[in-house]
């Protein structure tokens, strides 16, 4: 069996580096000429770290990330309204990592041509368009050239070639009216040094954490500001490279010091920012057509609310590898891949237009919009503590069953 994989982010090189691990031959198709370590920080829960841990990557991620310790949730005045810890403190047996996204891709990137040879893996071939038979699938590229395999897995993003083939009057991604404001600042440390903070509500929200260290001790935190604006505003095609100027939102974070955390410090000490809509696209009837399947943000883009875009993708990957190495044809096996991971990450689609876990803080703000004296007067701690696990059961991140359940990693 051979696999095409096209797109080389991260949900394509985890597929590969899992196929390749299977004992499948595979070969990745990047668009872009030139793989640069584009965006800012992204989190890897647990169940994502298992799998590239299986991958045999747990050092160089150990090597680029940072491990998250802890989770707070405050509103707009710094007060707490959750906090627990994450990763390992959390009873996982796997960490969480907060990690640069393009640092993320550059590794499975060499890793991926490590294993498979720089001859599978390459860059500058934007797919075009496919053709399938009986006797395999053809993929066609801008530059001209063309591959042959099995099976085509379309791992090119929300914005995906064969994704729009399948549904060609699918349109553009929805836009929620969220504008998010993204950067990264060298700043001290701030509570545990390893702490995940979101402040606010849904309508107006600040996110950090660190993802790195700075040769003089000081952490880099990636930072999210976040404003709601009316649906109907013009806004432009999502890029994580659209530069934004800092005084279109500061203004809306001005007072937000909290003593233990300073966000407008924050915001004017990042060296670049950047403007990105929060979109997603609704859960598909199907992912796959013949031969050709989808995955990652091509099959499910979702809203970057519980931290789980990323390691739902590196899933996929995982799931798409096992399958085919264990089902008795192609066939059988995508038809299996989809029937696992299409309900599960339609479900955390969902979850997150809901708010997912952010829901804890727009419980309390629209209880006590102007703060609170005592927490337990608004609301409970087993109120709270129900949304934080349904969502976990959601999205696959519950402790007991993460650590309980037999390895996805085999051998064709």
Known sequence: MRVLVIGGGIGGLSAALSLHAAGIDCSVHEANAEVRPLGVGINLQPHSVRELIELGLGDELAGIGIATREFVYANRFGQVIWREPRGVAAGYDWPQYSVHRGRLQMMLWQAATARLGADKVRAGQRLLGFEQDAAGVTAHFADGSTAQGDVLVAADGIHSVVRQGFFPDEGVPKWNGALLWRATSVAPDYLSGASMVQAGHRDQKFVCYPIGRTADGQSLVNWIAEQRFPTETLWAREDWNRPAEIG?????????????????????????????????????????????????DAAHPMYPIGSNGASQTILDARILARELATAPDWQAGLARYEAERRPATAAVVQANRGDGPDRVMDIVHERAPGGFERLEDVASHAELEAVIMSYKRTAGMDPAVLNGRASWSVRR
């Open 248 to 296: 279109k939102f500061l203004p809306l974070f001005e007072e937000w010091d909290f003593g233990w955390l300073n966000v407008p410090a924050l915001i004017r000490s990042a060296e670049a920012v950047y403007e990105f809509p929060m979109v997603d696209r609704d859960p598909l009837p199907w992912w796959t057509k013949g031969r050709a399947t989808l995955l990652g």
